[in-house]
């Protein structure tokens, strides 16, 4: 999705948020999935930690059992059982599975499961424990609705269920109205306090999460914003080439790099000879037209991907060449094809004799303790008119090493 709608649908969404109701903090369906991303290793820790405790709670039933002398039927003992492996499941398929897919199905049937083992049990016992097991029922309910938070569809529908079964439960028990009345009222108020709780603790969630997409987003438009900001620091304003800086800094990167890999490369000087006599006759916009097409010829030659140019002042360009010998021949006399026919000059014909091209080189050997930066001005002190090819010939090749100039 485009970091503008992005950006978009989340400030929406986040004025819908506080604004309205707690009917309406759903998300459109890919907000809400990259909301499921983020939550999801959440749910599977707190699926993880509330199963264990789950266990936890109905084993501790075998202590009350054992203690107390209490006789449970067999059924009952089945269910919690069954209740007990149902659980430990869960804790393995949140330690496994990597979607989660049926995270609030599995919560919902263990948190009915627990409940109903609990009420079991509570319908088999008698007093003062039994009042234990039906407020063990309302501390499952605040796990599950404030540790693991359901969505609001599930803690909605299963709070109307554990409290009908509670109902149930009490209906059939066999205790004095008072003790229901309590029971009931208990239940009643711990479940909606429950829900209550749940419903704000996702607000705040969903609104952090919402925070955080607009914190990223303008995180990232700074990124691309320094980015471009330090592209245009780098180039020249003209040409669109490297400026001086940036070309020292690519230059000196690489005579470090062929240094360690025993390579040689090389630069080539060209220089627009009488370049402030062109732009005095012909004004400074065909001056700057001028250099453009000098910059697209010199461009169209960069061919591996450590080649680079640099306009460094006025009508001098440096170019950095970094193939083998053979390549940077073709380069060079590719080169000196295209800058020979110059459209602009042609444009001018009484000024051709007057502005022209000229053209050097050097090799720098990787044994070179010289920093090349300080070749590039004096490498335009030792140039050769354009149409001269003699750069490209082996015996040049020799003659201009570094330390030539």
């Known amino acids: 999705m485009d970091n503008n709608k992005r950006y978009t649908d989340a400030t929406e969404q986040l004025t819908s948020l506080k604004s309205g109701s707690f009917l309406?903090?759903?998300?459109?369906?890919?907000?809400?999935?990259?909301?499921?991303?983020?939550?999801?290793?959440?749910?599977?820790?707190?699926?993880?930690?509330?199963?264990?405790?789950?266990?936890?709670?109905?084993?501790?039933?075998?202590?009350?059992?054992?203690?107390?002398?209490?006789?449970?039927?067999?059924?009952?003992?089945?269910?919690?059982?069954?209740?007990?492996?149902?659980?430990?499941?869960?804790?393995?398929?949140?330690?496994?599975?990597?979607?989660?897919?049926?995270?609030?199905?599995?919560?919902?049937?263990?948190?009915?499961?627990?409940?109903?083992?609990?009420?079991l049990i509570a319908q088999e016992i008698s007093q003062p424990i039994k009042m234990m097991y039906y407020c063990n029922v309302f501390f499952v309910e605040v796990v599950v609705f404030t540790f693991v938070r359901l969505p609001l569809n599930f803690t909605n529908t299963l709070g109307l269920l554990l409290l009908l079964m509670v109902g149930g439960a009490v209906y059939l028990d066999t205790m004095s109205l008072e003790e229901s009345a309590h029971i009931l009222f208990f239940m009643l108020s711990g479940t909606l306090i429950s829900v209550l709780v749940s419903i704000k603790t996702e607000k705040l969630s969903r609104e952090s999460f919402l925070k955080s997409e607009l914190i990223e987003y303008e995180k990232s438009q700074l990124r691309a914003l320094n980015d471009r900001i330090n592209v245009e620091a780098s180039l020249d304003r003209v040409t669109r080439l490297c400026n001086r800086m940036a070309f020292e800094d690519r230059l000196l990167s690489y005579w470090s790099l062929s240094t360690q890999n025993a390579q040689w490369f090389i630069l080539v000087a060209i220089h627009v000879e009488r370049f402030a006599y062109f732009n005095e006759q012909r004004g400074t916009e065909c001056g700057d037209d001028l250099l453009r097409e000098v910059a697209r010829k010199i461009r169209v030659l960069l061919l591996d991907k450590h080649d680079a140019a640099c306009r460094i002042s006025g009508g001098r360009f440096v170019i950095m060449l970094t193939g083998t010998e053979q390549m940077v021949n073709k380069q060079l006399e590719s080169m000196r094809e295209n800058l020979s026919q110059l459209t602009v000059l042609d444009r001018f014909p009484t000024t051709r004799e007057n502005v022209y091209l000229s053209w050097g080189r050097v090799t720098i050997e990787p044994d070179s303790d010289r920093d090349p930066r300080g070749l590039l001005d004096r490498m335009f002190r030792h140039l050769v008119p354009l149409d001269n090819n003699a750069l490209s010939c082996e015996a040049r090749n020799q003659q201009n090493r570094a330390g030539g100039f």
Not at 48 to 57: E, F, G, M, N, W
Not at 61 to 70: N, P
Not at 85 to 103: D, N, P, Q
């Open 24 to 119: 309406e903090m759903g998300f459109p369906r890919e907000l809400e999935q990259r909301y499921q991303e983020v939550q999801k290793d959440w749910y599977c820790d707190a699926i993880r930690i509330s199963s264990l405790l789950a266990v936890l709670l109905l084993a501790t039933s075998y202590v009350v059992e054992w203690s107390t002398g209490i006789h449970l039927g067999v059924g009952t003992l089945i269910v919690r059982g069954l209740a007990i492996a149902l659980l430990l499941g869960t804790y393995l398929y949140a330690r496994k599975s990597r979607r989660l897919t049926w995270k609030y199905w599995v919560v919902a049937v263990n948190t009915v499961m627990v409940s109903g083992t609990l009420l």
